[in-house]
């Protein structure tokens, strides 16, 4: 499976931004997908995920009710929807597509930078 990251940009403060995750491939056999950041000097973390099964979502405690994470099965594409943008929230966001068992795998896309001015 291959991710492909674009959306990225610079937006001010309480702003908002969508990023899409294009996915090709063997996508009939991922079982999570997610949204993970890396700002600098920082961990990279989990920011929101979606499991392929039952569509079941979890969010870090950072973004609860600001940002949205939702699966297009039909165009093989996830969003993340950034709602009310904090200067906190400027990091380098990667996708990343796991699956679990038999042909396990944890693929990444290649980051796109989000930046929020205060």
């Known amino acids: 499976v291959q991710l492909v990251e674009s959306g990225g940009g610079l937006v001010q403060a309480g702003g908002s931004l969508r990023l899409p995750c294009a996915a090709s491939?063997?996508?009939?056999?991922?079982?999570?997908m997610g949204w993970y950041r890396q700002a600098p000097g920082k961990q990279r973390e989990l920011v929101a995920i979606?499991?392929?099964?039952?569509?079941?979502?979890n969010y870090a405690d950072s973004v609860k009710g600001r940002f949205t994470i939702s699966r297009d099965n039909a165009k093989n594409t996830m969003y993340l929807q950034m709602n009310s943008l904090k200067p906190k929230d400027t990091a380098v966001y990667y996708c990343?597509?796991?699956?679990?068992?038999?042909?396990?795998?944890?693929?990444w896309g290649q980051g796109t930078q989000v930046t929020v001015s205060s």
């Open positions: 491939g063997r996508t009939f056999s991922i079982n999570t």
């Open positions: 990343n597509a796991r699956r679990y068992g038999l042909g396990v795998y944890d693929n």
């Open positions: 979606i499991y392929t099964g039952g569509g079941n979502t």
